[in-house]
Protein backbone atom coordinates (compact mmCIF):
# COMPACT_ATOMS: atom_id res chain seq x y z
CA UNK A 1 0.00 0.00 0.00
CA UNK A 2 2.68 2.44 0.81
CA UNK A 3 4.03 2.09 -2.96
CA UNK A 4 0.85 3.01 -4.52
CA UNK A 5 0.38 5.95 -2.09
CA UNK A 6 3.99 6.95 -2.72
CA UNK A 7 2.91 6.91 -6.52
CA UNK A 8 -0.16 9.15 -6.08
CA UNK A 9 1.91 11.36 -4.34
CA UNK A 10 4.17 11.79 -7.57
CA UNK A 11 1.90 12.15 -9.97
CA UNK A 12 0.12 14.98 -7.24
CA UNK A 13 3.21 16.27 -7.07
CA UNK A 14 3.77 16.65 -11.04
CA UNK A 15 0.01 18.16 -11.69
CA UNK A 16 1.07 20.68 -8.81
CA UNK A 17 3.61 21.97 -11.39
CA UNK A 18 0.90 21.88 -14.54
CA UNK A 19 -2.39 23.07 -12.43
CA UNK A 20 -4.06 24.35 -9.99
CA UNK A 21 -5.23 21.42 -7.37
CA UNK A 22 -8.78 20.85 -6.00
CA UNK A 23 -9.62 18.47 -2.86
CA UNK A 24 -10.67 15.80 -5.44
CA UNK A 25 -6.67 15.33 -6.00
CA UNK A 26 -6.10 14.94 -2.61
CA UNK A 27 -9.01 12.62 -1.64
CA UNK A 28 -7.59 8.89 -2.32
CA UNK A 29 -3.83 9.92 -0.59
CA UNK A 30 -5.83 11.68 2.49
CA UNK A 31 -7.69 8.70 2.80
CA UNK A 32 -5.24 6.31 2.63
CA UNK A 33 -3.29 8.12 5.23
CA UNK A 34 -6.19 8.92 7.73
CA UNK A 35 -6.10 12.54 7.18
CA UNK A 36 -9.27 14.47 7.71
CA UNK A 37 -7.87 18.32 6.99
CA UNK A 38 -5.58 19.43 4.98
CA UNK A 39 -4.38 23.45 5.30
CA UNK A 40 -1.72 25.82 4.77
CA UNK A 41 -1.42 29.70 6.26
CA UNK A 42 0.39 31.95 4.73
CA UNK A 43 1.96 35.30 6.68
CA UNK A 44 -0.69 37.89 5.32
CA UNK A 45 2.11 41.43 5.98
CA UNK A 46 4.73 39.30 3.99
CA UNK A 47 5.23 41.15 0.85
CA UNK A 48 6.05 37.73 -1.04
CA UNK A 49 2.42 36.39 -0.21
CA UNK A 50 0.52 39.45 -1.02
CA UNK A 51 -2.56 38.74 -3.78
CA UNK A 52 -2.18 34.61 -3.69
CA UNK A 53 -6.08 34.64 -3.88
CA UNK A 54 -9.18 33.75 -2.24
CA UNK A 55 -9.17 32.66 1.54
CA UNK A 56 -10.11 33.08 5.17
CA UNK A 57 -8.51 36.60 6.33
CA UNK A 58 -7.47 36.04 9.98
CA UNK A 59 -7.61 39.43 12.06
CA UNK A 60 -4.23 38.60 13.46
CA UNK A 61 -1.32 38.16 11.10
CA UNK A 62 -2.43 35.04 8.76
CA UNK A 63 -4.45 34.06 5.91
CA UNK A 64 -5.87 30.28 5.67
CA UNK A 65 -6.16 28.32 2.77
CA UNK A 66 -7.72 24.88 2.95
CA UNK A 67 -6.47 21.82 0.06
CA UNK A 68 -9.12 19.50 2.18
CA UNK A 69 -11.79 18.44 4.81
CA UNK A 70 -13.95 15.86 5.84
CA UNK A 71 -16.61 15.72 8.12
CA UNK A 72 -14.75 13.99 10.97
CA UNK A 73 -13.46 15.06 13.90
CA UNK A 74 -9.35 14.91 14.27
CA UNK A 75 -7.30 13.66 17.86
CA UNK A 76 -3.61 14.15 16.15
CA UNK A 77 -2.38 18.01 14.34
CA UNK A 78 0.71 17.83 12.27
CA UNK A 79 2.36 21.52 11.59
CA UNK A 80 4.89 21.81 8.86
CA UNK A 81 6.89 24.82 8.81
CA UNK A 82 9.15 26.03 5.58
CA UNK A 83 11.51 28.73 5.75
CA UNK A 84 12.53 31.87 3.74
CA UNK A 85 16.11 33.35 4.83
CA UNK A 86 15.49 32.52 7.97
CA UNK A 87 12.21 33.74 7.96
CA UNK A 88 9.14 31.31 8.74
CA UNK A 89 7.96 31.17 5.07
CA UNK A 90 4.85 29.00 5.03
CA UNK A 91 2.81 26.23 7.65
CA UNK A 92 1.18 23.54 6.23
CA UNK A 93 -1.42 21.61 8.32
CA UNK A 94 -2.42 17.86 8.25
CA UNK A 95 -5.11 16.96 10.97
CA UNK A 96 -5.52 13.00 11.37
CA UNK A 97 -9.29 11.27 12.20
CA UNK A 98 -10.17 10.11 15.73
CA UNK A 99 -8.93 7.25 16.70
CA UNK A 100 -5.26 7.25 14.79
CA UNK A 101 -2.03 7.12 16.87
CA UNK A 102 1.38 8.93 16.64
CA UNK A 103 2.68 5.53 15.93
CA UNK A 104 -0.01 5.06 12.92
CA UNK A 105 1.56 7.78 11.21
CA UNK A 106 3.78 7.30 8.41
CA UNK A 107 6.32 10.24 8.58
CA UNK A 108 7.87 9.45 5.23
CA UNK A 109 4.60 9.87 3.48
CA UNK A 110 3.25 12.59 5.50
CA UNK A 111 6.34 14.49 5.05
CA UNK A 112 6.21 13.98 1.35
CA UNK A 113 2.55 15.36 1.60
CA UNK A 114 3.65 18.62 3.14
CA UNK A 115 6.44 19.25 0.27
CA UNK A 116 3.46 19.08 -1.72
CA UNK A 117 1.57 21.34 -0.36
CA UNK A 118 5.14 23.76 -0.65
CA UNK A 119 5.21 22.99 -4.39
CA UNK A 120 1.77 24.31 -4.43
CA UNK A 121 2.33 27.83 -2.81
CA UNK A 122 5.91 27.79 -4.99
CA UNK A 123 3.39 27.25 -8.37
CA UNK A 124 1.02 30.47 -6.62
CA UNK A 125 3.65 32.38 -5.74
CA UNK A 126 4.82 32.11 -9.31
CA UNK A 127 1.94 32.77 -10.94
CA UNK A 128 0.97 35.82 -9.09
CA UNK A 129 4.31 37.45 -10.11
CA UNK A 130 4.24 36.20 -13.61
CA UNK A 131 0.59 37.82 -13.73
CA UNK A 132 2.35 41.08 -13.00
CA UNK A 133 5.55 40.90 -15.07
CA UNK A 134 3.05 40.18 -17.41
CA UNK A 135 1.71 44.27 -17.39
CA UNK A 136 4.73 46.04 -15.28
CA UNK A 137 8.40 46.41 -15.11
CA UNK A 138 9.72 43.30 -12.90
CA UNK A 139 12.30 46.29 -11.55
CA UNK A 140 10.85 49.47 -10.90
CA UNK A 141 6.96 48.25 -10.71
CA UNK A 142 5.73 50.50 -13.29
CA UNK A 143 3.82 49.83 -16.57
CA UNK A 144 5.91 48.13 -19.42
CA UNK A 145 5.50 49.26 -22.31
CA UNK A 146 2.54 46.42 -23.47
CA UNK A 147 0.44 47.68 -20.78
CA UNK A 148 1.36 51.37 -21.45
CA UNK A 149 0.34 50.73 -25.21
CA UNK A 150 -3.35 48.93 -24.05
CA UNK A 151 -3.53 51.86 -21.70
CA UNK A 152 -3.15 54.11 -24.81
CA UNK A 153 -5.55 52.73 -26.66
CA UNK A 154 -8.48 52.76 -24.01
CA UNK A 155 -7.94 56.62 -23.94
CA UNK A 156 -7.90 56.95 -27.11
CA UNK A 157 -11.56 55.27 -27.76
CA UNK A 158 -13.05 56.84 -24.33
CA UNK A 159 -11.61 60.14 -25.40
CA UNK A 160 -12.30 60.24 -29.11
CA UNK A 161 -11.76 64.12 -29.32
CA UNK A 162 -8.80 64.60 -27.32
CA UNK A 163 -5.54 64.43 -29.00
CA UNK A 164 -1.76 62.69 -27.04
CA UNK A 165 1.02 62.85 -27.92
CA UNK A 166 3.92 60.05 -27.10
CA UNK A 167 7.53 60.83 -25.99
CA UNK A 168 10.19 58.88 -25.50
CA UNK A 169 13.02 59.90 -22.82
CA UNK A 170 16.51 58.78 -22.26
CA UNK A 171 17.89 59.08 -18.87
CA UNK A 172 21.17 61.44 -19.43
CA UNK A 173 24.33 60.15 -17.92
CA UNK A 174 22.53 57.42 -15.79
CA UNK A 175 26.25 55.65 -15.72
CA UNK A 176 27.43 58.30 -13.49
CA UNK A 177 24.75 56.85 -10.98
CA UNK A 178 26.21 53.46 -11.06
CA UNK A 179 30.16 54.63 -11.06
CA UNK A 180 29.39 56.76 -8.29
CA UNK A 181 27.23 54.17 -6.35
CA UNK A 182 27.48 50.49 -8.14
CA UNK A 183 25.08 48.78 -9.72
CA UNK A 184 22.65 48.19 -6.88
CA UNK A 185 22.17 52.43 -6.02
CA UNK A 186 21.78 52.30 -9.85
CA UNK A 187 18.87 49.98 -9.63
CA UNK A 188 17.64 51.06 -6.23
CA UNK A 189 17.54 54.82 -7.97
CA UNK A 190 15.97 53.81 -11.32
CA UNK A 191 13.13 52.19 -9.27
CA UNK A 192 12.69 55.78 -7.05
CA UNK A 193 12.79 58.02 -10.55
CA UNK A 194 10.07 55.30 -12.12
CA UNK A 195 7.42 56.32 -9.16
CA UNK A 196 8.10 59.95 -8.97
CA UNK A 197 7.91 60.05 -12.94
CA UNK A 198 4.47 58.02 -12.32
CA UNK A 199 3.47 61.07 -10.30
CA UNK A 200 3.64 63.51 -13.43
CA UNK A 201 0.75 61.70 -15.42
CA UNK A 202 -2.74 62.18 -14.92
CA UNK A 203 -5.15 59.10 -14.71
CA UNK A 204 -5.77 58.97 -18.78
CA UNK A 205 -2.63 59.42 -19.34
CA UNK A 206 0.47 56.66 -18.78
CA UNK A 207 4.64 56.29 -18.25
CA UNK A 208 5.98 53.09 -18.37
CA UNK A 209 9.98 51.92 -18.23
CA UNK A 210 11.11 50.29 -21.65
CA UNK A 211 13.90 49.57 -20.76
CA UNK A 212 16.94 50.32 -19.05
CA UNK A 213 17.23 53.67 -18.69
CA UNK A 214 14.80 54.67 -21.04
CA UNK A 215 11.14 55.58 -20.30
CA UNK A 216 7.93 56.21 -22.29
CA UNK A 217 4.77 58.57 -21.85
CA UNK A 218 1.72 59.47 -23.08
CA UNK A 219 -0.11 62.81 -22.50
CA UNK A 220 -2.49 65.17 -23.57
CA UNK A 221 -1.50 67.59 -26.19
CA UNK A 222 -2.04 70.57 -23.48
CA UNK A 223 -0.09 68.63 -20.80
CA UNK A 224 2.91 68.11 -22.78
CA UNK A 225 4.64 71.43 -21.87
CA UNK A 226 4.57 71.14 -18.23
CA UNK A 227 5.70 67.95 -18.63
CA UNK A 228 8.86 68.70 -20.46
CA UNK A 229 9.34 71.56 -18.26
CA UNK A 230 8.92 69.12 -15.22
CA UNK A 231 11.33 66.49 -16.77
CA UNK A 232 14.03 69.24 -17.25
CA UNK A 233 15.42 68.64 -13.35
CA UNK A 234 13.86 65.74 -12.15
CA UNK A 235 14.80 65.11 -7.53
CA UNK A 236 15.01 61.96 -6.88
CA UNK A 237 15.77 61.60 -2.89
CA UNK A 238 17.40 58.77 -0.47
CA UNK A 239 20.52 57.81 -2.68
CA UNK A 240 22.98 57.07 -0.23
CA UNK A 241 26.56 57.70 -1.46
CA UNK A 242 25.28 60.55 -3.35
CA UNK A 243 26.22 64.29 -2.70
CA UNK A 244 23.36 64.75 -0.35
CA UNK A 245 21.81 61.62 -1.00
CA UNK A 246 19.86 62.99 -3.74
CA UNK A 247 20.52 63.33 -7.50
CA UNK A 248 18.48 65.54 -10.04
CA UNK A 249 17.88 63.27 -13.37
CA UNK A 250 17.50 65.01 -16.83
CA UNK A 251 16.41 63.56 -20.07
CA UNK A 252 17.14 62.99 -23.51
CA UNK A 253 13.41 63.18 -25.39
CA UNK A 254 12.01 62.54 -28.52
CA UNK A 255 8.40 63.28 -29.19
CA UNK A 256 5.70 62.08 -31.61
CA UNK A 257 3.48 64.72 -32.04
CA UNK A 258 1.85 63.24 -35.75
CA UNK A 259 -1.81 62.51 -36.38
CA UNK A 260 -1.18 58.87 -36.96
CA UNK A 261 -3.03 57.25 -33.60
CA UNK A 262 -1.50 53.91 -33.27
CA UNK A 263 0.66 53.74 -30.46
CA UNK A 264 3.41 51.30 -31.93
CA UNK A 265 4.10 53.81 -34.84
CA UNK A 266 4.32 57.07 -32.54
CA UNK A 267 6.65 55.33 -29.96
CA UNK A 268 8.51 53.85 -32.45
CA UNK A 269 8.77 57.90 -33.99
CA UNK A 270 9.49 59.12 -30.28
CA UNK A 271 12.54 56.72 -30.24
CA UNK A 272 13.96 57.20 -33.47
CA UNK A 273 13.48 61.52 -32.40
CA UNK A 274 15.52 61.02 -29.07
CA UNK A 275 17.94 58.87 -31.07
CA UNK A 276 18.52 61.31 -33.31
CA UNK A 277 18.86 64.36 -31.04
CA UNK A 278 21.32 62.18 -28.82
CA UNK A 279 23.43 60.84 -32.31
CA UNK A 280 23.35 63.23 -34.54
CA UNK A 281 21.27 66.56 -33.84
CA UNK A 282 23.04 66.71 -30.03
CA UNK A 283 19.56 68.43 -28.79
CA UNK A 284 17.98 67.07 -25.89
CA UNK A 285 14.08 67.75 -27.50
CA UNK A 286 13.87 66.41 -30.61
CA UNK A 287 9.69 66.66 -32.38
CA UNK A 288 9.21 63.95 -35.26
CA UNK A 289 9.16 65.37 -38.57
CA UNK A 290 10.89 65.52 -41.84
CA UNK A 291 14.28 66.18 -40.46
CA UNK A 292 14.38 62.84 -39.56
CA UNK A 293 14.40 61.25 -43.15
CA UNK A 294 17.98 60.77 -42.73
CA UNK A 295 17.69 58.14 -39.70
CA UNK A 296 14.89 56.35 -41.60
CA UNK A 297 17.17 56.94 -44.49
CA UNK A 298 19.84 54.84 -42.78
CA UNK A 299 17.71 52.10 -41.08
CA UNK A 300 16.56 51.66 -44.88
CA UNK A 301 20.08 51.07 -46.24
CA UNK A 302 20.66 48.21 -43.47
CA UNK A 303 17.78 46.54 -44.65
CA UNK A 304 18.91 47.12 -48.29
CA UNK A 305 22.31 46.30 -47.40
CA UNK A 306 21.51 42.80 -45.77
CA UNK A 307 20.99 40.69 -48.46
CA UNK A 308 24.59 41.40 -50.22
CA UNK A 309 26.19 41.22 -46.35
CA UNK A 310 24.92 38.10 -45.75
CA UNK A 311 25.88 36.62 -49.04
CA UNK A 312 29.35 38.19 -48.38
CA UNK A 313 29.65 36.52 -45.18
CA UNK A 314 29.66 39.84 -42.81
CA UNK A 315 27.39 37.78 -40.58
CA UNK A 316 29.72 34.62 -38.19
CA UNK A 317 28.82 33.62 -35.34
CA UNK A 318 30.65 34.46 -32.26
CA UNK A 319 30.41 31.58 -29.16
CA UNK A 320 29.77 32.17 -25.37
CA UNK A 321 30.67 28.68 -22.66
CA UNK A 322 27.99 27.40 -20.66
CA UNK A 323 29.67 26.37 -17.73
CA UNK A 324 28.86 23.90 -14.69
CA UNK A 325 30.10 26.70 -11.75
CA UNK A 326 30.37 23.32 -8.91
CA UNK A 327 32.91 21.57 -11.31
CA UNK A 328 33.95 23.90 -14.25
CA UNK A 329 32.75 21.61 -16.65
CA UNK A 330 32.86 22.84 -20.27
CA UNK A 331 28.26 21.90 -20.74
CA UNK A 332 28.06 23.66 -24.57
CA UNK A 333 28.01 27.02 -26.26
CA UNK A 334 25.67 29.70 -27.45
CA UNK A 335 26.16 30.60 -30.76
CA UNK A 336 25.55 34.68 -31.55
CA UNK A 337 25.16 36.53 -34.17
CA UNK A 338 27.95 39.69 -35.28
CA UNK A 339 27.89 42.03 -37.86
CA UNK A 340 31.64 42.44 -39.78
CA UNK A 341 31.42 45.25 -41.77
CA UNK A 342 34.41 47.39 -42.91
CA UNK A 343 36.82 46.20 -40.08
CA UNK A 344 34.46 47.09 -37.33
CA UNK A 345 31.93 44.71 -35.21
CA UNK A 346 28.16 45.93 -35.37
CA UNK A 347 26.39 45.47 -32.43
CA UNK A 348 23.37 43.21 -32.22
CA UNK A 349 21.22 45.39 -30.59
CA UNK A 350 21.57 48.03 -33.91
CA UNK A 351 20.96 45.15 -36.54
CA UNK A 352 18.75 42.57 -34.95
CA UNK A 353 15.71 44.67 -34.61
CA UNK A 354 15.32 46.06 -37.46
CA UNK A 355 15.87 43.11 -39.34
CA UNK A 356 13.37 40.95 -36.97
CA UNK A 357 10.83 43.29 -37.73
CA UNK A 358 10.70 43.70 -41.40
CA UNK A 359 10.97 39.55 -41.30
CA UNK A 360 14.39 39.04 -41.83
CA UNK A 361 15.60 37.33 -38.88
CA UNK A 362 14.88 34.04 -40.15
CA UNK A 363 17.36 33.78 -43.08
CA UNK A 364 19.74 34.98 -40.69
CA UNK A 365 18.65 32.33 -38.50
CA UNK A 366 19.32 29.69 -40.36
CA UNK A 367 22.65 31.15 -41.92
CA UNK A 368 24.22 31.15 -37.91
CA UNK A 369 23.24 27.16 -37.87
CA UNK A 370 24.95 26.40 -41.46
CA UNK A 371 27.69 28.02 -40.39
CA UNK A 372 27.96 26.52 -36.40
CA UNK A 373 27.57 22.57 -38.48
CA UNK A 374 30.92 24.10 -40.43
CA UNK A 375 32.59 25.30 -37.38
CA UNK A 376 32.13 21.71 -35.57
CA UNK A 377 33.43 20.04 -38.48
CA UNK A 378 36.65 22.73 -38.53
CA UNK A 379 37.39 21.69 -34.54
CA UNK A 380 37.04 18.29 -35.36
CA UNK A 381 39.10 18.70 -37.82
CA UNK A 382 41.96 19.73 -35.45
CA UNK A 383 41.12 17.02 -32.62
CA UNK A 384 39.77 19.08 -30.49
CA UNK A 385 36.45 17.70 -28.57
CA UNK A 386 32.83 19.95 -29.70
CA UNK A 387 30.15 19.95 -27.18
CA UNK A 388 26.76 20.84 -27.52
CA UNK A 389 25.90 24.04 -29.64
CA UNK A 390 22.82 26.04 -29.23
CA UNK A 391 21.89 28.19 -32.36
CA UNK A 392 18.55 30.39 -31.75
CA UNK A 393 15.67 30.76 -33.90
CA UNK A 394 12.86 33.70 -33.67
CA UNK A 395 9.36 32.47 -33.19
CA UNK A 396 9.13 34.10 -36.70
CA UNK A 397 10.49 31.23 -38.53
CA UNK A 398 7.91 28.67 -36.90
CA UNK A 399 5.38 30.23 -39.06
CA UNK A 400 7.40 29.33 -42.48
CA UNK A 401 6.47 26.45 -44.19
CA UNK A 402 8.61 23.01 -44.28
CA UNK A 403 10.88 25.33 -41.57
CA UNK A 404 11.69 22.01 -39.76
CA UNK A 405 12.55 19.71 -42.96
CA UNK A 406 14.87 22.67 -43.51
CA UNK A 407 16.87 22.74 -40.18
CA UNK A 408 17.04 19.22 -40.70
CA UNK A 409 18.67 18.93 -44.44
CA UNK A 410 21.08 22.02 -42.96
CA UNK A 411 23.13 19.94 -40.56
CA UNK A 412 22.72 16.98 -42.80
CA UNK A 413 24.31 18.11 -45.62
CA UNK A 414 27.19 19.38 -43.25
CA UNK A 415 27.42 15.83 -41.71
CA UNK A 416 26.31 17.17 -38.23
CA UNK A 417 24.57 14.88 -35.86
CA UNK A 418 21.28 16.75 -34.56
CA UNK A 419 22.43 15.54 -30.95
CA UNK A 420 25.02 18.29 -31.59
CA UNK A 421 22.74 21.23 -32.32
CA UNK A 422 19.97 22.57 -29.45
CA UNK A 423 17.67 24.74 -31.14
CA UNK A 424 17.12 27.98 -28.74
CA UNK A 425 13.86 29.32 -28.73
CA UNK A 426 12.24 32.72 -27.01
CA UNK A 427 9.31 31.77 -24.77
CA UNK A 428 6.08 33.06 -26.07
CA UNK A 429 2.89 34.96 -25.24
CA UNK A 430 0.33 34.02 -27.64
CA UNK A 431 -1.96 30.72 -27.49
CA UNK A 432 -1.28 30.24 -31.01
CA UNK A 433 2.24 30.38 -31.14
CA UNK A 434 2.33 27.90 -28.45
CA UNK A 435 0.35 25.61 -30.69
CA UNK A 436 2.86 25.94 -33.19
CA UNK A 437 5.55 26.06 -31.26
CA UNK A 438 4.55 22.52 -29.58
CA UNK A 439 4.62 21.06 -33.66
CA UNK A 440 7.74 22.46 -34.32
CA UNK A 441 9.62 21.20 -31.41
CA UNK A 442 8.16 17.77 -30.94
CA UNK A 443 9.35 16.88 -35.05
CA UNK A 444 13.22 18.02 -34.08
CA UNK A 445 13.16 16.16 -30.97
CA UNK A 446 11.91 13.35 -32.76
CA UNK A 447 14.89 14.13 -35.05
CA UNK A 448 17.37 13.95 -32.34
CA UNK A 449 17.49 18.14 -31.26
CA UNK A 450 17.60 19.39 -28.05
CA UNK A 451 15.41 22.32 -27.36
CA UNK A 452 16.18 24.84 -24.95
CA UNK A 453 13.62 27.68 -23.47
CA UNK A 454 15.35 30.98 -23.79
CA UNK A 455 14.34 33.97 -21.42
CA UNK A 456 11.99 31.56 -19.16
CA UNK A 457 10.11 33.72 -16.75
CA UNK A 458 9.41 36.58 -18.86
CA UNK A 459 6.21 35.81 -20.53
CA UNK A 460 2.98 34.68 -19.11
CA UNK A 461 2.98 31.32 -20.86
CA UNK A 462 5.60 30.49 -18.51
CA UNK A 463 3.88 27.22 -16.52
CA UNK A 464 2.10 26.52 -19.72
CA UNK A 465 5.32 25.89 -21.87
CA UNK A 466 7.32 23.47 -19.73
CA UNK A 467 3.90 21.62 -19.22
CA UNK A 468 3.84 21.08 -23.08
CA UNK A 469 6.98 21.62 -24.70
CA UNK A 470 8.98 18.40 -23.62
CA UNK A 471 12.35 21.15 -23.64
CA UNK A 472 16.13 19.52 -22.23
CA UNK A 473 17.05 23.12 -21.16
CA UNK A 474 15.73 26.41 -19.34
CA UNK A 475 17.11 29.45 -19.27
CA UNK A 476 16.59 32.06 -16.70
CA UNK A 477 16.59 35.77 -17.88
CA UNK A 478 18.93 37.86 -16.77
CA UNK A 479 16.83 40.51 -15.62
CA UNK A 480 15.76 38.10 -12.61
CA UNK A 481 19.48 36.73 -12.17
CA UNK A 482 20.33 40.45 -11.56
CA UNK A 483 18.16 41.46 -8.93
CA UNK A 484 19.04 38.43 -7.01
CA UNK A 485 20.04 39.57 -3.07
CA UNK A 486 18.22 42.86 -3.43
CA UNK A 487 15.06 41.83 -4.88
CA UNK A 488 12.74 39.26 -2.45
CA UNK A 489 10.41 38.58 -5.39
CA UNK A 490 13.15 37.75 -7.82
CA UNK A 491 14.39 35.54 -5.41
CA UNK A 492 11.21 33.78 -5.15
CA UNK A 493 10.67 33.27 -8.47
CA UNK A 494 13.91 32.06 -9.56
CA UNK A 495 13.73 29.79 -6.51
CA UNK A 496 10.51 28.82 -7.70
CA UNK A 497 11.96 28.25 -11.09
CA UNK A 498 14.73 26.31 -10.40
CA UNK A 499 12.95 23.83 -8.17
CA UNK A 500 10.04 23.38 -11.12
CA UNK A 501 12.67 22.66 -13.50
CA UNK A 502 14.93 20.10 -11.36
CA UNK A 503 11.75 18.41 -10.50
CA UNK A 504 10.72 18.18 -14.12
CA UNK A 505 14.61 17.29 -15.04
CA UNK A 506 15.25 20.06 -16.92
CA UNK A 507 18.81 21.73 -16.98
CA UNK A 508 18.42 24.91 -15.77
CA UNK A 509 21.12 27.64 -16.93
CA UNK A 510 21.64 31.05 -15.36
CA UNK A 511 22.14 33.87 -17.88
CA UNK A 512 24.05 37.27 -17.89
CA UNK A 513 25.67 35.65 -13.94
CA UNK A 514 28.50 38.70 -14.25
CA UNK A 515 30.55 38.12 -10.38
CA UNK A 516 31.18 34.98 -8.28
CA UNK A 517 28.57 36.83 -6.13
CA UNK A 518 25.69 35.98 -8.27
CA UNK A 519 27.02 32.84 -9.20
CA UNK A 520 27.06 32.01 -5.05
CA UNK A 521 23.67 32.71 -5.19
CA UNK A 522 22.51 30.46 -7.90
CA UNK A 523 24.22 27.95 -6.41
CA UNK A 524 22.75 28.19 -3.07
CA UNK A 525 19.53 27.96 -5.25
CA UNK A 526 20.00 24.80 -6.58
CA UNK A 527 20.83 26.23 -10.22
CA UNK A 528 24.76 25.16 -10.88
CA UNK A 529 24.81 26.26 -14.72
CA UNK A 530 25.69 29.56 -15.86
CA UNK A 531 26.63 31.63 -18.92
CA UNK A 532 27.82 35.40 -18.89
CA UNK A 533 30.41 37.08 -18.94
CA UNK A 534 31.77 35.73 -15.74
CA UNK A 535 32.81 32.53 -17.40
CA UNK A 536 33.73 34.57 -21.04
CA UNK A 537 32.51 36.89 -23.34
CA UNK A 538 31.34 36.17 -26.75
CA UNK A 539 34.22 35.46 -29.14
CA UNK A 540 35.28 34.21 -32.81
CA UNK A 541 36.04 31.01 -33.98
CA UNK A 542 39.58 31.34 -33.49
CA UNK A 543 39.69 32.57 -29.95
CA UNK A 544 37.28 29.80 -29.30
CA UNK A 545 39.38 27.46 -30.63
CA UNK A 546 41.84 28.15 -27.97
CA UNK A 547 39.33 28.35 -25.66
CA UNK A 548 38.39 24.41 -26.73
CA UNK A 549 41.84 23.21 -26.73
CA UNK A 550 42.57 23.95 -23.13
CA UNK A 551 39.23 24.45 -21.35
CA UNK A 552 39.85 26.28 -17.73
CA UNK A 553 37.04 26.95 -16.26
CA UNK A 554 37.22 27.57 -12.41
CA UNK A 555 35.27 25.77 -9.88
CA UNK A 556 32.87 28.63 -7.51
CA UNK A 557 33.49 27.36 -4.33
CA UNK A 558 29.91 28.25 -2.47
Not at 347 to 358: C, N, T
Not at 495 to 514: F, K, T
Request: glycine residues 6%; negative net charge.
Amino acid sequence: MKKEVEKELYSIAKSATERPLTPEDFEGVCKALNVVKMYYDLEFDSEGYRGLGDGDENPSRYRVFELYSEDAESDIKRRYTFYYENSEYVHAIIEFKTGITEEDIDDDLCGFLADIIYLLVSRQNMRSMLDFAETHDAQTGIMNVKSLGAKYMQSVAKYPETEYVVLYANVKNYKYINDRGGVHLGDFAIGKLAQTLQSYVREDEGVCRVGGDNFAFYVRRENLDVLLDRLKSVKVDGLMGLRNNMHRFSFRIGVSDTDIREFGTKLEEASTACIVGKTILKKDLVIFNTELSEVISHNNQIVAAFPDALSAGEFVPFFQPKVNMQTGELLGLEALCRWLHNDSIIAPSDFIPLLDRKGMIPELDMSMLVQTCRCINKWRKLGIEVPVISVNFSKKNIFIPDIEKRIITAIRENNVESAMIEIEITETAKESEINRLMDFVHILKENGFKISIDDFGTGYSSLSLIHNINADEVKIDQSFVRNLGHDDKAHILVESIIDIANRLQMRIIAEGVENSEEGKKLMELGCDNAQGYYYGKPVDFEDMTRILKNPDFKPLVK
